[in-house]
């Protein structure tokens, strides 16, 4: 067990539909990534929160969005979802802002769209 | 957010034998660099990282190498285990840009027992 918590495991829903995927940080970060993985593919940075304010976007669709709350867990909105959707997404945290003390990741939400 | 590639998307090895896998990254501000594991089904698990200020660090097992002059990360994997499989990826962090961990695409070890 990483300390960080995903849920749901595993999520199946249809095209067009709005999704919400959860992150719990490990106890004492402040900082949370959201990332998506495709089928045999890297790690794509999607947004970072820090203390409950974004701190850096990557490539993040505008069909997404995020919020950190003041308890510090995340969460990723998916809308108006696509087949192309369909990924691993993995939450990571880590103590600061920068990713120079490395970050740990949670085993990841699936998601598939139909 | 800079490229960080992989020279061999698959590298298959006996077990016992070492493994070398290998990460080349374009952007010079690199300043920290980790390699991750991931197992089917689960998330990326920290392995290894290296400064740039240094060339080489030594884990269990584990040894990553940093070349700066050509911009090239490697991980040994001395006396591969079957359980190594996995994907390994290589991160780096660049100070000057949004200061996050941008990852390659990995590249997936298979043991042969």
């Known amino acids: 067990d990483s300390g960080v918590t995903q849920t749901p495991k595993h999520l199946i829903t249809a095209t067009g539909q709005r999704v919400t995927l959860r992150c719990s940080p490990r106890?004492?970060?402040?900082?949370v990534y959201w990332y998506q993985q495709s089928l045999d593919q890297g790690l794509q940075f999607l947004i970072q929160?820090?203390?409950?304010?974004?701190?850096a976007k990557g490539n993040i669709l505008e069909r997404f969005s995020a919020q950190q709350f003041p308890d510090l867990h995340s969460e990723l909105n998916l809308s108006s979802l696509e087949l192309g959707d369909s990924a691993l997404y993995f939450c990571?945290?880590?103590?600061?802002?920068?990713?120079?003390?490395?970050?740990?990741f949670g085993s990841g939400t699936r998601l598939t769209v139909v | 957010g800079e490229s960080v590639g992989l020279h061999l998307p698959t590298l298959s090895v006996q077990e016992g034998d070492n493994s070398i896998i290998n990460c080349a990254y374009s952007?010079?501000?690199?300043?920290?660099f980790i390699w991750y594991k991931q197992e089917s089904g689960k998330g990326p698990q920290f392995i290894i990282d290296?400064?740039?200020?240094?060339d080489k660090r030594q884990g269990q097992r584990v040894t990553v190498l940093l070349n700066k002059t050509v911009k090239h990360l490697s991980l040994q994997i001395a006396a591969t285990q079957p359980g190594d499989s996995a994907v390994y990826f290589c991160?780096?962090?660049?100070?000057?840009?949004?200061?996050?961990?941008?990852f390659g695409t990995g590249t997936r070890l298979t043991v042969i027992p």
């Open positions: 990571a945290s880590s103590v600061g802002t920068e990713g120079n003390y490395g970050y740990t």
């Open positions: 106890s004492g970060d402040l900082s």
């Open positions: 929160y820090y203390n409950g304010e974004e701190r």
């Open positions: 952007n010079s501000a690199s300043d920290y």
């Open positions: 290296i400064r740039s200020n240094m």
């Open positions: 991160a780096e962090h660049d100070q000057t840009g949004a200061n996050n961990l941008f």
